[in-house]
């Protein structure tokens, strides 16, 4: 059975940081690509970033290029958002997904498997 558990969420002030976790078992993150989305309050999911199998390649939303990084832990089976600079904008409900196939890492359609999400309040 396949499980992905996003943490680290929380409430914090307009410049800070957080990192969120995506512990998963059930499948290798090095035979997956991993993505994060997010989804503000009203509004739908987004696409924040991804990484490729390997690691060596990130991709990120115009809206967080510059202060989110995306990283994974191949031997923990982790998958890491690093979020720096914080602004209000960012509050949202964050998701950790996991893309098999040839499908668009930017898309949600196309991930085979969701977490539940971890809550980000940023305070202004």
């Known amino acids: 059975q396949v499980q992905l558990v996003e943490s680290g969420g929380g409430l914090v002030q307009a410049g800070g940081s957080l990192r969120l976790s995506c512990a998963v078992s059930g499948l290798r993150v090095n035979t997956y690509r991993m993505g994060w989305f997010r989804q503000p309050p009203g509004k739908e999911r987004e696409f924040v970033g991804g990484?490729?199998?390997?690691?060596?390649?990130?991709y990120y939303a115009d809206s967080v290029k510059g202060r989110f990084t995306i990283s994974k832990d191949n031997a923990k089976n982790l998958v890491y958002l690093q979020m720096n600079s914080l602004k209000p904008e960012d509050t949202a409900t964050y998701y950790c997904g996991a893309l098999f196939n040839y499908g668009n890492i930017s898309t949600m359609a196309a991930y085979d498997y969701w977490g539940q999400g971890t809550q980000v309040t940023v305070s202004s």
């Open positions: 990484i490729n199998w390997s690691g060596k390649y990130t």
